[in-house]
């Protein structure tokens, strides 16, 4: 009986140490002692990140790096930004010049098993479709048969491009660089007559990239899934997990009606939900993963909540007129959703 004892408290001791907060992350102390995050973004996509001619960076992902700097170091603004292409993206990361790739990486089972990277939170759910001008009077994917087609080599699009047309048993010629840029110059110059990406790329590159933005239309179809988000290396799980917190925390402040405006007011609320989010009372999650009590306010202040970071750089009042569509809270029949801080 002695014996048993002695064996289930063992058991439970071993239990508890397996179930205690492993924070010590080597990718975050390196963070801090070079007292800023290098963050991987797309070379140039209006909406989602791209540099002005002052050399600031702006864009849905752009304030995913800020969010995540704020976190670990306490100022939105300590971020070094690294332009990847689509070829560029993942070796960045795996070599340790980028610390997270914020930049429209459609997470896949390949990319999650093979590369060494550890996808977190879906911050943008999308999908492939395509652009075509007005004048091509094309109202269906399925009218695109022996169509030249400009797409981004080494990207899950090339190859959701080929499946689709295997599939409806249709011919077409693409015409590929691993340069988005090329791509979508050749799409201008009239050296292909559809241009095939994500729905929301095509909607900055229609946008801010073609002259008569009214000249060109998306057709209705969407061909894939693409789930879009941060990206870490795998082997730092401490530091995946601060990464994908981050987008929860941003999620739940907009669920709970908290905004970049009114979080110094909600710090006297007390709710537990909120107080748990900002770390007031005895609340502190932010142990768990590497950082301080304050780390949720201080992405919501500095950077935002999820709502107001899609309509500054995606909404309705900009070039893109997005909607919030599946990207919509789950309480408003989206797909965003947040576990619970608690």
């Known amino acids: 009986m002695v014996k048993r004892r002695l064996l289930g408290l063992s058991l439970c001791m071993g239990l508890a140490v397996a179930a205690s907060p492993a924070f010590a992350s080597k990718t975050l102390e390196a963070i801090k002692a070079k007292g800023e995050l290098s963050c991987g973004v797309n070379a140039g996509l209006g909406g ?3 540099a002005g001619s002052d050399g600031k960076w ?7 790096c800020r969010a995540v700097a704020a976190a670990a170091l306490g100022d939105a603004n300590k971020v070094r930004y690294v332009p990847l292409n689509a070829a560029q993206r993942f070796t960045a990361l795996q070599s340790g010049e980028i610390d997270m790739l914020a930049r429209n990486t459609t997470w896949t089972m390949s990319r999650d098993t093979q590369l060494g990277t550890t996808f977190g939170a879906t911050n943008f759910y999308d999908g492939q479709g395509f652009l075509v001008p007005k004048s091509l009077k094309v109202k269906s994917a399925k009218q695109l048969k022996g169509a030249t087609i400009c797409v981004q080599s080494g990207t899950t699009t090339e190859k959701n491009l080929a499946d689709y047309f295997k599939a409806n048993k249709m011919t077409y010629k693409p015409v590929v660089s691993e340069d988005n840029k090329v791509v979508v110059a050749a799409y201008n110059e009239g050296r292909c007559k559809v241009l095939t990406s994500d729905a929301s790329q ?3 590159i229609r ?5 008569k933005p009214d000249d060109h239309i998306i057709l209705p179809e969407i061909i894939s899934k693409e789930p879009l988000g941060p990206v870490t290396r795998q082997g730092d799980e401490s530091w995946s997990k601060l990464v994908t917190w981050v987008h929860f925390a941003m999620i739940t402040a907009e669920e709970l009606g908290i905004n970049s405006a009114n979080v110094d007011q909600k710090k006297s609320d007390t709710t537990p939900e909120v107080q748990r989010l900002l770390g007031q009372g005895n609340n502190d999650f932010g142990k768990a993963i590497g950082t301080d009590s304050q780390w949720a306010y201080r992405v919501i202040k500095q950077v ?4 107001e970071v ?3 750089h995606l909404g309705k009042n900009t070039p893109l007129k997005l909607d919030r569509g599946q990207n919509a809270l789950w309480t408003n029949g989206g797909l965003q959703y947040a576990p619970p801080i608690r």
């Open 207 to 211: 946008a801010n990239d073609t002259k």
């Open 58 to 64: 702006t864009g849905f992902d752009v304030d995913y």
């Open 202 to 204: 095509l909607a900055a």
């Open 304 to 307: 935002g909540n999820y709502g």
């Open 310 to 312: 899609f309509e500054r």
């Open 48 to 50: 989602f990140g791209i």
